[in-house]
């Protein structure tokens, strides 16, 4: 998952995974979920993220990830 913030548009993409969408749709004012060709969601468009979303701060928890050592 990567997220993308843009601040020309003010806009917040949230990748959920690597792949192309093929549709989207509107879920509520200013939210949009990107599809793939099996109607999996690839993405999140969030329009106007600073005044819906606290932008400052970004936590993970109880996510699975493994810790790699360089």
Known sequence: MRLSYHA???SLYI??????????????PG???DFDD???PVGIDIDHAQSVLD???LEAESLPLKVSTA
Do not use: F, N
Not at 15 to 28: D, F, I, K, S
């Open 31 to 33: 939210i949009v979920v």
């Open 38 to 40: 099996s109607g999996k």
């Open 55 to 57: 932008l400052t701060t």
């Open 8 to 10: 020309d548009t003010d």
């Open 15 to 28: 990748h959920l995974v690597e792949r192309p969408g093929t549709e989207a749709q509107e879920v509520a």
